[in-house]
Structures are given as C-alpha cells and as structure tokens.
C-alpha cells in the first residue's frame, strides 16, 4: 500500500511513501514498511504485470495490483 502516491499525467514519472510492500528476490518474499518508490510508466508499462482482480479508482476500473520491476527503492526498514 501506498500512502501520498503522484503521478505527473504529462511524463509519466512517479513517487510514492510505501507504507506495505513486499520484496521479493526470487526465492523469499520480505515484508517491508517505509521508505518510497519511484519510476516512469511509459518506462515500465511493457514488464508490469497486473492482477485480474479489479479495484473501482476516481473514475475507472484499474487492477487491485500490479508488479513493478525497475523501479527505484529508498530507504525502509523490514517487519
């Protein structure tokens, strides 16, 4: 989960605190809380994967959650 997400609708770069993610390297999952993510969607859109389950946005239907590979990490700790 996200706290105080942005996006620049013209750029497509992104921030956001993490309050709730996981990190995962490939064999073990580490819950992490802290810290703040960022990247580009027009850099990322093509290695996002999206859940088939469906959340109701502002004004559109967008996926519960999606896998971010590339992106920027800072700081946080893990639980």
Do not use: H, N
Request: proline fraction near 3%; hydrophobic fraction near 35%; aromatic fraction near 8%.
């Amino acid at each position: 989960m996200f706290s105080d997400f942005r996006l620049d609708t013209v750029t497509g770069s992104f921030g956001a605190e993490i309050r709730l993610a996981y990190y995962f390297d490939g064999k073990t999952r580490i819950p992490v809380t802290g810290g703040s993510i960022s990247g580009s969607v027009a850099e990322l859109r093509a290695s996002m994967v999206r859940s088939r389950e469906r959340s109701l946005g502002t004004r559109s239907l967008c996926p519960s959650a999606v896998l971010l590979k590339g992106v920027s990490i800072g700081g946080g700790g893990t639980d």
